[in-house]
């Protein structure tokens, strides 16, 4: 009892540093500070999504990013046709509304986690990374190869898609929008690892063959999570494209599959707010000692090695305790 | 006799060369238990897995209340009333006594795609888990991870969660493998009353719990059946007493 407390307070911490740091710099007028915010909100969202495959149900997707970057190239084709006054296909207009946007990447996203989770999911352990890593691959290299939406030189989007209300140039504005949306995610994550299906799914991890003695197919549950979990990383990758106002195949390529690994060991597995921790650790570092040297990310590997060896449970398992389900 | 619960009739599994259910045919009726014991690799694990649905038989087929489900998978038995414990031990490692048996019983109610009540205070699952908890004396260790259970302890939410199936007929596995004779003595009193509920299809390797607990015994020897019938007629046959129970009859 007294660790779940512990986790709580923790996670409120969290939240409340991650939105009082970037309003200390809109105060300071310094808006690369916001930008970094951003920028951890929206790969701590990606990583929820990640969490929920990977920390709930124990499937290690290596090919995340696919949905990521499909989610971008959903904001930036949309962007690019809206801003061209063409159609996207079939007389379809392109948009640049954020919210419309969203739900296209997460259709779309969901669609293609739905065909490569019951491709994949019929296969365990190091097949499974493996044959996402395929799918995330082979996805690359065709928007590598695809010259409509500028192949490997990416798509840039020229004005930042509009959310109501809001001037989602100004990085202020953004940030808002993305941190509401990773709360908004995060309680989603909370509510479905709270309920029966997060029960389910968290026992096949755990035990698939004890799952199916009680009658709960492990297929069937492990498909929707992992839909439900493309989707999360979908509507991520959308926001990210209006972050950088840019879009390229290596938001599909496998160092960003294993970039939202890293964000979930560091933070803490299956842990609610273990992306955020873990999102916030690596733009720190990049930040921090990226700018001392450009082998930042051996230093990154070394804390990723001592994490795994010494505290399995990640930042949070570190200051809040090992994860008990009473 | 009445209607058997359930009826295995001429299973055939080969590995290779190696014929681990050799045209196996059983019943399992209301109100008994029937026992199904032979030496180590007799095939009577192969045997449990057909039955479980684990693996699927090379042919012969598997009647469970008048329906074939030689082809269902092991959830969809499951939800039939299927219960079944296993030879080792397995849990869920992470969740309490409680949730381990909580979770059955939200397999029993529901399909698993609910998404928005929260499990952990759902009174119709906290309830009859500790109703159940109770009944097999684990009621003081409910909150207590499985993984963090004693061996016995483990064997008896092993059964707990196979009760909250609420199963048409149990395929216990073992159940007192590694228990102490006091351990061993509390579990054939439970399972002789348990028997009225559903009957027991038991694979069980400790003789004096068998002969004490079974109506019907089944032997099997390299996959084959070599004996079948009440505890006196296995007692006293003489291929049976040769190719398995050897000196342990007599003393």
């Known amino acids: ?326 | 006799m009445a209607e058997p619960v359930l009826e295995l009739s001429h299973l055939n599994k080969a590995f290779g060369a190696l014929k681990a259910t050799d045209d196996v045919s059983l019943t399992l009726v209301p109100g008994e238990i029937h026992a199904l014991i032979g030496p180590n690799g007799a095939g009577k694990t192969t045997l449990m897995a057909q039955i479980s649905g684990k693996y699927a038989p090379d042919s012969g087929s598997i009647r469970f209340r008048g329906q074939d489900i030689t082809r269902l998978s092991v959830a969809q038995r499951a939800r039939l009333g299927l219960g079944r414990s296993f030879q080792i031990s397995s849990l869920i490692p992470e969740y309490s006594a409680r949730r381990n048996v909580m979770l059955a019983l939200q397999a029993r109610q529901s399909h698993p795609y609910r998404f928005l009540m929260p499990v952990r205070h759902d009174r119709s699952l906290t309830g009859p888990a500790t109703e159940i908890l109770t009944r097999v004396g684990l009621e003081g260790r409910a909150s207590v991870p499985s993984a963090e259970l004693s061996h016995g302890e483990r064997r008896l939410l092993e059964i707990a969660v196979a009760l909250a199936l609420n199963p048409v007929c149990f395929l216990l596995d073992e159940p007192m493998a590694g228990m102490g004779t006091e351990g061993v003595g509390t579990l054939v009193t439970f399972l002789k009353a348990l028997k009225e509920q559903a009957p027991i299809l038991l694979v069980e390797h400790d003789m004096d719990a068998v002969f004490r607990l079974a109506d019907r015994i089944t032997v099997l020897v390299y996959g084959r059946i070599i004996a079948s019938g009440s505890v006196d007629d296995i007692r006293n046959d003489p291929e049976v007493r040769r190719a398995y129970l050897g000196d342990e009859v007599d003393t």
């Open chain 1, 1 to 326: 009892m007294r660790e779940m407390r512990r986790e709580h307070m923790l996670n409120v911490l969290l939240a409340v540093a991650l939105f009082a740091v970037p309003l200390w710099a809109y105060f300071a007028s310094e808006p690369f500070v916001i930008t970094l915010a951003t920028r951890v909100a929206i790969l701590a969202m990606a990583g929820v999504g990640l969490n929920l495959a990977l920390g709930l149900g124990g499937m290690v997707s290596f090919g995340h990013a696919v949905f990521f970057g499909l989610g971008g190239y959903c904001a930036g084709v949309l962007a690019h046709h809206a801003f061209s006054g063409t159609p996207v296909l079939m007389g379809l207009p392109g948009t640049n509304q954020m919210l419309v946007i969203w739900l296209v990447a997460m259709l779309t996203s969901g669609l293609l986690a739905l065909v490569i989770g019951a491709l994949s999911l019929r296969t365990s352990g190091i097949f499974f990374i493996m044959i996402t890593l395929a799918f995330a691959q082979m996805f690359f290299y065709f928007a590598l190869s695809w010259p409509a939406y500028g192949g490997e030189d990416g798509l840039p989007i020229f004005v930042r898609n509009q959310f109501p209300g809001l001037n989602t140039m100004r990085p202020w504005e953004l940030f808002v929008v993305a941190y509401g949306l990773l709360m908004l995610v995060l309680a989603l994550f909370a509510v479905i690892r709270a309920s029966r299906f997060g029960a389910a799914l968290m026992a096949i991890r755990q035990n698939p063959d004890r799952a199916a003695a009680v009658g709960i197919s492990p297929f069937g549950v492990k498909l929707v999570a992992f839909v439900i979990s493309g989707m999360i990383t979908g509507m991520a990758g959308a926001m990210m494209a209006d972050l950088t106002r840019f879009v390229s195949p290596a938001m599909m390529a496998w160092q960003m599959s294993g970039e939202l690994i890293v964000i979930i060991i560091l933070g803490g597995t299956g842990r609610l707010f273990g992306p955020v921790a873990g999102a916030a650790i690596l733009v720190g570092f990049e930040v921090i000692f990226g700018g001392m040297t450009e082998h930042w990310k051996f230093w990154l590997g070394l804390v990723l090695l001592a994490v795994v060896l010494f505290a399995r449970g990640g930042f949070v398992g570190l200051l809040a305790g090992r994860d008990r389900h009473g």
